[in-house]
């Protein structure tokens, strides 16, 4: 099992940026792949982005493709998601999590992850 805590969430206005940072401890990070979901009000959790364990494969869902990056650093244990021209749409807790099967497609769906952290809250206005 991995220990997974997120940052960076805050109130941003439409069209600015931020970065959110996940740190892992427990096992070994550089195993996992990684993934970020997020959650809006009376909506289901849907996946934004996924890195395989070593950066060389990422997937964006198609509503931030172009406007979030996903990256990794092992050597911190940190995942992170960069994400730029924020839109209202945006707004959600924002999670990551971790999938000891370390890549492939698998990591676009939330059922293939092991373990999840608490969340970041993330409110773009208008």
């Known amino acids: 099992q991995v220990q997974l805590v997120e940052s960076g969430g805050r109130l941003v206005q439409a069209g600015g940026s931020l970065r959110l940072s996940c740190a892992a401890s427990?096992?070994?990070?550089?195993?996992?792949?990684m993934g970020w979901f997020r959650q809006a009000p009376g909506k289901e959790r849907e996946f934004v982005a996924a890195?395989?364990?070593?950066?060389?494969?990422?997937y964006y869902a198609n509503s931030v493709k172009g406007r979030f990056t996903i990256s990794r650093d092992n050597g911190k244990n940190t995942e992170y998601l960069q994400m730029n021209s924020l839109k209202p749409e945006d707004t959600a807790v924002y999670y990551c999590?971790?999938?000891?099967?370390?890549?492939?497609?698998?990591?676009?769906?939330?059922?293939?992850?092991?373990?999840w952290g608490q969340g970041t809250q993330v409110t773009v206005s208008s």
């Open positions: 999590a971790a999938d000891d099967l370390g890549g492939g497609v698998r990591l676009t769906s939330a059922s293939n992850y092991d373990d």
């Open positions: 427990g096992r070994t990070f550089s195993n996992y792949g």
């Open positions: 890195i395989s364990w070593s950066a060389g494969r990422s």
